[in-house]
């Protein structure tokens, strides 16, 4: 977990659910079948170079590519193993250590997808909160400069993200052993603040809430095209007929 997901809304849903103050160009549309290395939209708290300390963050919403690709990487395809972070270890993993303490973010999603093996088949779920609900992931990023391009490039820049992950609360540990970190809304501005520097004891405090949250997930078979990274469309969330 998590190698699938769904994002049924668009960007004025995004915007006015979690109060955006600055929307960036070129943000991907709503996917039922977001994959490893495609753009997903991520919200995200920024203070400029110079600002006070008591300074009012800027809520931003960007596109990152799904995947995190640390500073020191010398190529971007890394980033394509770093989908997830484990959240009991991330502060000490060079990957995603700078971006604990300093650049954390949400993904908000309409569910994901999980595969449960019985009798050494694999069958897809999807896992969702009640009444059409979001999703809040909690979710590291970071900024990698491509050392081939110009400086006045609009590639220069890359900012990729990942999904913290811990083990599966009881209701879920029947999909998988491995769930998302739901991040309690009580708790996204602190995850979000960037005047709070993360730590560990951070990671502990949202991944105990986010146990709590994940008690109230739904979860349904459906059909196996999910598994193709070409299908697409509402009928991959729809429960499979019963037999």
Not at 10 to 32: K, Q, R, Y
């Amino acid at each position: 977990m998590c190698g699938r997901f769904v994002v049924a809304g668009g960007t004025a849903d995004l915007v006015e659910m979690f109060d955006i103050d600055l929307v960036a160009p070129g943000l991907p549309g709503p996917s039922f079948n977001v994959a490893p290395t495609d753009r997903v939209s991520i919200i995200l708290d920024t203070i400029g170079k110079n600002a006070a300390v008591d300074d009012e963050p800027v809520r931003r919403l960007e596109a990152a590519r799904w995947g995190l690709v640390p500073v020191w990487s010398k190529d971007p395809k890394s980033g394509a193993s770093a989908i997830n972070a484990r959240i009991e270890t991330a502060a000490e993993k060079s990957t995603f250590a700078t971006a604990v303490k300093k650049r954390r973010a949400i993904i908000p999603a309409t569910g994901y997808f999980e595969w449960a093996v019985s009798d050494d088949v694999k069958r897809p779920h999807f896992i969702h909160m009640p009444d059409g609900q979001p999703m809040v992931f909690a979710a590291l990023y970071e900024w990698w400069r491509n050392p081939a391009e110009a400086d006045d490039s609009a590639d220069k820049w890359m900012l990729s993200t990942s999904i913290l992950t811990r083990e599966a609360t009881s209701r879920l540990a029947s999909i998988h052993d491995r769930m998302p970190v739901f991040l309690s809304p009580e708790l996204l501005d602190e995850w979000l603040d960037p005047h709070t520097e993360g730590s560990a004891e951070l990671l502990d405090e949202i991944s105990a809430a986010g146990a709590e949250v994940a008690e109230y997930a739904e979860f349904h078979e459906v059909d196996s095209a999910v598994g193709n990274v070409r299908s697409s469309g509402p009928s991959l969330i729809e429960p499979i007929p019963s037999a």
